[in-house]
């Protein structure tokens, strides 16, 4: 994967609400060439205002950009994205990069994750953990996995997910996180994700050795 710094790349992103717009702006703040496409024109028209271009529709998005960043609000405004043959999967280039951010199932994910694979797009999965002031502030927490060496989501992430449906901890993901970090927390003095990270690990009855600076 190339380095996504804002004079190598060119993003484009998909579903502007609450969380999305405020990534984006912060995403235009920082420089990087943003195309946006959302199913309410106004939200586009008030990017466009700061700099983003807006898209007529996702496959005009989809073909003429390196990163496509999707925030969306379930599993079938995802697959109504990218599958089908208007979807942004069947006009992206082999090696775009999708950074995924929409509160989904593990299993949307991983379907998702082996469509691309088979057109040669890598489809990372990011748990977004934080509050839309936050967003705004640029200092969320993305939890982000996809092809090794980064497994968090379609692998380990999965353990958290399933132990936390047994303990009836409230969904999305980030809740989870957020939880798991939080009970951590209160036992060490990891600052932080490396507590869930941690605990994941224990919960697959991995052992890692970590080396000594």
């Given at each position: 994967m190339k380095l996504l710094a804002a004079k190598q790349v060119?993003?484009?992103?998909?579903?502007?609400?609450?969380?999305?717009?405020?990534?984006?702006?912060?995403?235009?703040?920082?420089?990087?060439?943003?195309?946006?496409?959302?199913?309410?024109?106004?939200?586009?028209?008030?990017?466009?205002?700061?700099?983003?271009?807006?898209?007529?529709?996702?496959?005009?998005?989809?073909?003429?950009?390196?990163?496509?960043?999707?925030?969306?609000?379930?599993?079938?405004?995802?697959?109504?994205v990218y599958a089908g043959p208007e979807g942004a999967l069947?006009?992206?280039?082999?090696?775009?990069?999708?950074?995924?951010?929409?509160?989904?199932?593990?299993?949307?994910?991983r379907q998702l994750h082996n469509q691309a694979a088979k057109?040669?797009?890598?489809?990372?999965?990011?748990?977004?953990?934080?509050?839309?002031?936050?967003?705004?502030?640029?200092?969320?927490?993305?939890?982000?996995?996809?092809?090794?060496?980064?497994?968090?989501?379609?692998?380990?992430?999965?353990?958290?997910?399933?132990?936390?449906?047994?303990?009836?901890?409230?969904?999305?993901?980030?809740?989870?996180?957020?939880?798991?970090?939080?009970?951590?927390?209160?036992?060490?003095?990891?600052?932080?994700?490396?507590?869930?990270?941690?605990?994941?690990?224990?919960?697959?009855?991995?052992?890692?050795?970590?080396?000594?600076?």
């Amino acid at each position: 994967m190339k380095l996504l710094a804002a004079k190598q790349v060119t993003l484009g992103f998909i579903g502007l609400g609450n969380m999305g717009s405020r990534i984006a702006q912060r995403l235009l703040d920082r420089g990087y060439a943003l195309t946006v496409y959302d199913q309410d024109d106004t939200k586009a028209e008030a990017l466009a205002l700061n700099g983003a271009a807006p898209a007529n529709d996702i496959a005009e998005l989809a073909q003429n950009v390196d990163v496509i960043l999707s925030c969306l609000t379930n599993d079938d405004a995802v697959q109504n994205v990218y599958a089908g043959p208007e979807g942004a999967l069947a006009v992206a280039r082999p090696g775009t990069v999708v950074l995924e951010m929409s509160t989904i199932s593990p299993a949307s994910s991983r379907q998702l994750h082996n469509q691309a694979a088979k057109l040669g797009i890598e489809v990372m999965d990011v748990a977004i953990s934080g509050s839309t002031p936050a967003a705004g502030q640029g200092t969320l927490t993305l939890l982000a996995g996809g092809n090794a060496p980064l497994r968090l989501m379609n692998k380990d992430f999965q353990l958290i997910l399933n132990t936390a449906a047994e303990e009836n901890v409230p969904m999305p993901v980030t809740e989870t996180a957020f939880r798991v970090n939080a009970d951590e927390l209160a036992l060490g003095e990891e600052q932080d994700f490396s507590a869930v990270m941690r605990r994941m690990e224990e919960l697959a009855g991995v052992g890692v050795t970590h080396s000594t600076p």
